[in-house]
């Protein structure tokens, strides 16, 4: 029986297909955990340009976890984002109406802004509208006999009509409400026709296990499609919660993950929402969290597993026969022994992004997805971001340019026009300082430095003559944070923050 959500329409500017407004919504990521001097939480913003891939250290409102989603305009400007307590504009502060999300969950953790479930959140842009999007969610809670009940999908919608940085005009509307799901699992893709969305969603009852497929249009949200499915061991309570969904660029194939029984395939109809033509994949290993994500061209996908990474070939009859380890877990670099592969998400610069399932701050890169074995380049540790991520924090976003004629823009390869390695071993003394400061790279070499404030303006450029050591006159600027970068002339950066003070 089909079941619907009326949703109260606003004043429609102008029809639009997503597939084309929408193709830079996924340019800005977020991260961020609790600061130890400052109010708040510090954390790192990840942009995409057409002419490169940047990081800035950003300070914002509250932490950020592993429910986490965000969303750009089509000029891939950020307008909004969430950590699944609240939802926050573009200053990262609380959007207008933009508390109280999930309420009534007594395990959230919403005073240190980390409430639980990687893919219990995600954005998207309303059909037909281009001032409203609809956020969809999960609520948690926990029975007297400590059990956790998840419920099925939320939905609040976001809308920039009156309000310039935009307001939450509902949230925390009950979709399903006769229906608990499980933690996770929960992705997007465009309908065939370009403007309406498919969220697919996993739920366990007594003794069936079900897809579901509810159909996001213009003014209802509906459950379509509740198909039984095989492997029901893949929805344990425990291995959804360390599992991962994803869709292929392409929108034909849903892929996912479980660290407890291996991977699984169906073939998808962007037409009706059907999943069909079943394909397991056992992986022997024993692991706590695993991740999944497919190659740009939908020909290959990625598991990672703790300290292990697979590549799959899709075009394989016998998904065993294309089954490759590419790399394992490199625990001799500095503080290895504190990381491991997590969740991967697609760039929008045609490179698959993986954190990590433990507090680090860096993330490891697959640069050619596209090819297969080990020539798609997996590098670990690769971008250093500029503040520690919360364990397993990554936006959870749909394919935006499916419809496209690319799905992503591999010419995104640069900061200021130079292709980038993020490296370590930059050293910044004395920190905090009072003004003069020594920055320290274990090599000689050319390049410019830059001094960027909270708000990632730059406002210091100095040429990095040849040689390995430079100091820097902060005295001129404010007490604060701020982030210090070296790129070299041959393409390398290095990363450090500073607190100047008084």
Same mark, same amino acid.
Request: charged share 20%.
């Given at each position: ?46 942009? %995409? ?35 699944? +307590? ?50 969809? =969610? ?62 697919? !969603? ?9 897809? $579901? ?18 492997? %029901?061991?893949?929805?344990? !309570? ?11 660029? !392409? ?10 029984t291996g991977f699984d395939l169906w073939d998808f109809d962007r037409s009706n929402g059907m999943i069909s033509n079943?394909?397991? $994949? ?35 009859? !016998? ?44 993330? =490891? ?28 924090? %990554? ?12 799905? +992503? ?19 910044? %003394? ?29 406002? $210091? ?42």
């Amino acid at each position: 029986m089909l079941k619907t959500l009326s949703i109260s329409s606003v004043l429609l500017i102008c029809c639009y297909l997503h597939s084309a407004a929408q193709s830079k919504g996924d340019y800005q990521w977020i991260f961020g955990s609790n600061a130890l001097f400052l109010e708040g939480s510090e954390g790192s913003l990840v942009t %995409f340009t057409d002419s490169g891939l940047d990081t800035a250290y950003v300070q914002l409102a509250a932490s950020i976890g592993s429910n986490n989603a965000s969303i750009c305009d089509e000029n891939g400007r950020l307008l909004f984002y969430t950590n699944g +307590c609240a939802v926050f504009d573009s200053t990262f502060q609380v959007m207008e109406n933009g508390d109280g999300i999930n309420v009534g969950g007594v395990i959230g953790q919403c005073h240190i802004g980390n409430y639980p479930g990687l893919q219990n959140s995600i954005i998207l842009p309303a059909p037909n509208s281009n001032s409203k999007y609809y956020y969809l =969610h999960k609520i948690w809670t926990l029975t007297d006999d400590f059990k956790v009940i998840i419920s099925g999908l939320m939905m609040s919608s976001i809308s920039f009509e009156l309000v310039e940085l935009g307001e939450v005009i509902q949230k925390n509307i009950e979709i399903d409400p006769d229906r608990s799901t499980l933690s996770g699992l929960a992705e997007a893709i465009l309908h065939q026709n370009g403007n309406d969305w498919w969220v697919i !969603d996993f739920t366990k009852g007594p003794v069936e296990e079900y897809y $579901l497929a509810y159909l996001v249009e213009k003014d209802t949200i509906t459950l379509q499609q509740e198909i039984e499915i095989q492997n %029901f061991e893949s929805l344990d !309570d425990w291995c959804s919660s360390t599992s991962q969904s994803c869709f292929s660029p !392409d929108g034909t194939k849903l892929a996912k993950m479980c660290p407890l029984t291996g991977f699984d395939l169906w073939d998808f109809d962007r037409s009706n929402g059907m999943i069909s033509n079943y394909r397991h $994949l056992s992986i022997e290993a024993e692991y706590h969290t695993c991740g999944v994500g497919i190659s740009p061209n939908s020909r290959f996908a990625y598991l990672s597993c703790a300290d292990s990474l697979w590549q799959v070939d899709l075009w394989e009859e !016998d998904l065993s026969a294309g089954l490759e380890l590419i790399d394992t877990l490199d625990t001799t670099a500095e503080l290895g022994t504190a990381t491991n592969f997590g969740y991967q998400q697609l760039g929008p610069d045609c490179k698959i992004y993986m954190n990590t399932i433990r507090q680090y701050d860096w993330l =490891h890169v697959i640069n050619n997805p596209d090819e297969k074995g080990k020539a798609c380049d997996f590098r670990q540790h690769s971008i250093k971001l500029p503040h520690l991520n919360q364990p397993g924090s %990554f936006p959870n976003f749909p394919h935006f340019r499916i419809d496209e004629d690319q799905v +992503c823009d591999p010419t995104i390869t640069s900061v200021f026009g130079v292709p980038i390695e993020t490296v370590q071993g930059m050293e910044v %003394f004395p920190n905090p300082t009072s003004g003069l400061v020594t920055v320290e790279l274990p090599e000689t070499l050319s390049g410019i430095l830059s001094v960027k404030d909270l708000s990632s303006q730059v406002v $210091l450029t100095l040429d990095w003559e040849y040689g390995d050591e430079m100091q820097v006159d902060l005295s001129g600027f404010n007490a604060g944070m701020y982030l210090l970068e070296v790129y070299s002339d041959d393409g390398r950066r290095w990363v450090e923050r500073v607190v100047l003070v008084d």
